[in-house]
């Protein structure tokens, strides 16, 4: 089945050291996204690409990173977790259909992380 | 800036009892979206609504699209304990260009007790 993947489904890492977590799509989708979710909140959009066209949220921390080698894959790299950076970290694809309009947003099943 | 209030934030109820949730704008939507969440999982989407006034079940579900495309509600018949988990509602962006959001409301963390 198509779906979108997410490895690992727990990390731990300690304070201060890099992190990357990864995103794959079956889906052919030509938007991924990166969210980061707390406790029973709703997703806050960290970044998305539209094929390779990165587009950061405002109020994301310089401390997160992406990168999207191809269509299929997607990192989000952390340089230097915080207490405050545990949480789920959900990927997301969905298509662009043209004319300002966009396809449902296919989630994957989320990172948990932990920050020792 | 596109602003989505879901409401209520949080509601336990019996199982077998029924309820409605909302989710309101002072902006024009072109598509709105549902999803629920269980814990430790991604958001699982339940249904899309485009057009203004539009009205779809799935099962015990209903959900409904203003007729301005403004706001959406999502009612429960005889909710059932497997229906517990986080529901969030998702506008697509009106406007032409360059947007690929969606703007997410806050989210209903519905318990539903046997």
């Known amino acids: 089945d198509a779906m979108v993947i997410q490895n690992p489904r727990y990390q731990v890492t300690q304070f201060g050291k890099p992190v990357t977590l990864s995103c794959s799509q079956t889906?052919?989708?030509?938007?991924m996204y990166w969210y980061q979710q707390k406790s029973s909140q709703a997703p806050k959009l960290l970044f998305h690409y539209y094929d390779k066209d990165f587009n950061n949220e405002a109020d994301t921390p310089d401390n997160f990173q992406s990168r999207r080698p191809n269509t299929s894959f997607c990192f989000l790299d952390i340089r230097s977790p915080g207490l405050g950076d545990a949480a789920m970290y959900l990927c997301?694809?969905?298509?662009?259909?043209?004319?300002?309009?966009?396809?449902?947003?296919?989630f994957g099943p989320g990172t948990r992380l932990t920050v020792l | 800036t596109q602003l989505l209030e879901q409401s209520p934030q949080f509601l336990s109820i019996q199982e077998g009892e029924n309820l409605t949730v909302y989710c309101n704008s002072s902006?024009?939507?072109?598509?709105l979206q549902w999803y629920r969440q269980e814990p430790g999982e991604g958001p699982v989407l339940l249904v899309t609504v485009v057009t203004g006034g539009e009205v779809k079940k799935l099962k015990r579900l209903t959900f409904q699209f203003g007729d301005a495309r403004k706001d959406s509600s999502l009612h429960i018949t005889a909710a059932q304990p497997g229906d517990t988990g986080l529901y969030l509602c998702?506008?697509?962006?009106?406007?032409?260009?360059?947007?690929?959001?969606?703007?997410f409301g806050k989210g209903t963390l519905l318990t539903v007790n046997p």
């Open positions: 889906l052919n989708h030509n938007v």
């Open positions: 997301a694809t969905s298509r662009f259909k043209g004319g300002g309009a966009i396809d449902e947003q296919f």
């Open positions: 902006s024009v939507f072109s598509s």
């Open positions: 998702a506008g697509g962006p009106n406007s032409g260009g360059s947007n690929y959001k969606l703007t």
